[in-house]
């Protein structure tokens, strides 16, 4: 786990060769075909990537059900699984389960999306921050999928999305040894988002994203496109900014994806925190997280670890 650009790929890799694992990725723009560049497609195998036309939403439930299954898969050829990926609700899903809310009448659903087609997703985005303000803290404005079942949760039952998510008391399941990474000063991450979106645009970003809005079908409702960076390029396309401010527009938008991801992980249970600018070390000191559950005949391994001691506390608090 850990924020966008932190070095998460990096470290599962090096995972995967040292004790001979297989790789499932955690990221809901990487299930999508056609998202590659501008979804940081690992070159290193992985899982769960490309698994579903971008006209087809994927949920958090499907990926539960489909992570299960590799894992399954991965154990019975004698192997270890590894997850790895940003996107925090896919590994709550796969860990806790999800929230047990009643079924809701459609109508309430199609009354927000009216709404929202009259007001724009920002509007309801402020109308969610009134009546649940954490889910609204978690979402971006444009987030159309997550703020719709946010309000349609609250107007069917009476009750807050996130009241629901507490009140389930999901059964956390032990079977995961979870590793996060921290990057040492907050500049050191803004410089790895900058770095990494003028490579993907070196890779021809451009090009993946208007071979998608040349797609019939595809519109900015649906998950896919509404990837960061891939929203931003569609409204350059759409002629509503140009491209010195698509990139801005890109960088901020990441930089507040990694932002919301930080919030989320300070308060996941039972998390071990690696800092990401001693790359070196990372798998030196992951060793004793994943040992029980990679099983390896490597002795020689240094001194483990720095783990969740003051400094990264203080560095997470400053942050």
Not at 171 to 196: D, M
Not at 251 to 264: D, E, G, M, S, V
Request: glycine letters at 6%; one cysteine or more; hydrophobic letters at 40%.
């Amino acid at each position: 786990m850990g924020p966008t650009a932190s070095g998460k790929s990096a470290l599962a890799e090096a995972l995967a060769q040292r004790f001979d694992a297989e790789l499932i990725s955690v990221d809901s723009a990487l299930v999508y075909r056609g998202l590659s560049i501008g979804a940081a497609k690992p070159d290193y195998p992985h899982h769960l990537v490309h698994v579903r036309d971008p006209l087809d939403p994927y949920t958090a439930a499907d990926f539960a059900r489909d992570a299960k299954h590799c894992m399954d898969e991965i154990r019975g050829r004698g192997r270890q699984p590894i997850l790895v990926g940003g996107s925090l609700l896919y590994f709550r899903a796969l860990i806790e389960g999800l929230d047990d809310v009643p079924t809701i009448d459609p109508q309430v659903r199609a009354d927000i999306e009216a709404e929202a087609e009259e007001r724009g997703w920002p509007a309801l985005h402020q109308q969610l921050a009134a009546v649940d303000p954490v889910t609204a803290e978690r979402l971006h404005p444009n987030h159309s999928q997550r703020i719709c079942r946010a309000l349609e949760v609250h107007r069917g039952t009476g009750k807050p999305l996130s009241d629901w998510q507490q009140g389930a008391s999901p059964q956390r399941s032990n079977e995961y040894e979870c590793i996060a990474l921290c990057p040492q000063e907050r500049s050191v991450l803004h410089g790895r988002i900058a770095t990494r979106l003028d490579a993907m645009f070196d890779a021809g970003l451009l090009d993946e994203v208007r071979s998608l809005y040349d797609r019939n079908g595809l519109h900015t409702d649906l998950p896919a496109i509404r990837a960061v960076g891939y929203r931003q390029i569609w409204s350059f396309f759409e002629g509503e900014i140009d491209l010195a401010e698509c990139r801005e527009k890109i960088l901020a938008a990441t930089r507040q994806l990694a932002k919301r991801q930080l919030t989320w992980l300070r308060s996941w249970p039972d998390l071990t925190w690696l800092l990401t600018d001693e790359a070196g070390r990372l798998v030196q000191s992951s060793r004793s997280a994943v040992e029980a559950r990679i099983p390896s005949d490597t002795a020689a391994l240094d001194d483990p670890e720095r783990l969740w001691n003051a400094r990264i506390q203080e560095l997470m608090r400053n942050f």
